[in-house]
């Protein structure tokens, strides 16, 4: 299960509209095991800084078999023509008698991105690496799904995307988005619902975390920019994992 909660962070694909603080709650369930966690975030920006915040935890009895697995993912950074560019990328886990912190800096004059990784268990410091990544992007994982909105222009037009994004370097920092085609859009309308105002796209996730098979993340995304509905398709025992906005 504590695979399944690490998704959840990319659930919440697209920038939501421009305002001071704006607050999304989801609910995430799997078949007929019903609610297995829920995600909270949060973006505050002014024209010139941004911060999201987003906190995601197991519940039920996905808690109970993930040693009541927690998650806290920080993106800082400032406003460049509108849009979101991450000075730093933090992501917080905890389960068990385990404790880890992950944080990427990022240096936009020298175009670097330092990986620093500490780890704890019973409280004691089990690893401690500093890296610095073979790749540099303006946008990390977070600040990429929520520029996406101003990153595509035209959201009904089929198309595929290739962007990078610190924090996704298991698949050496490309994220693959795909806005479907008119013949498929039945599909994506039948599992997320139909919705006129409502733009729908598919991300492909190459990383183990998903033990998906094609790693299918399919979205619709409100009028407003705020992902609606989301389903991780076909993770290999699990079948597909939905979170809806609540």
């Keep these: 299960m504590k695979k399944i909660l690490l998704s959840l962070s990319l659930l919440l694909l697209s920038q939501f509209a421009q305002a001071e603080t704006i607050k999304a709650d989801y609910k995430v369930e799997f078949g007929i095991i019903g609610e297995i966690g829920i995600a909270n975030a949060v973006l505050t920006r002014d024209d010139s800084t941004y911060k999201i915040d987003v906190k995601l935890k197991a519940t039920g009895i996905a808690k109970t078999l993930s040693g009541g697995r927690t998650e806290h993912h920080i993106s800082k950074g400032h406003i460049e023509n509108g849009l979101m560019v991450a000075d730093y990328y933090q992501i917080t886990k905890s389960y068990g008698e385990k404790m880890s912190n992950k944080l990427y800096t990022i240096n936009h004059d020298d175009k670097t991105v330092i990986r620093t990784f500490k780890r704890w268990k019973n409280g004691e410091l089990v690893k401690d690496t500093n890296v610095t990544l073979d790749y540099y992007s303006k946008d990390d994982l977070l600040s990429l799904y929520f520029n996406l909105d101003k990153k595509i222009d035209h ?53 183990n975390i998903f033990s998906s098979d094609k790693g299918e993340l399919l979205l619709k995304v409100g009028a407003d920019g705020i992902t609606q509905k989301a389903v991780l398709k076909d993770l290999v025992f699990f079948g597909d994992i939905r979170a809806k906005r609540i």
């Design 155 to 207: 959201k009904k037009e089929s198309k595929e995307y290739v962007f990078t994004a610190v924090g996704a370097e298991k698949q050496d920092g490309n994220v693959e988005v795909t806005i479907p085609k008119a013949t498929e859009l039945s599909d994506y309308k039948e599992l997320l619902g139909e919705d006129d105002n409502s733009w729908y796209a598919k991300a492909i996730v190459h990383q």
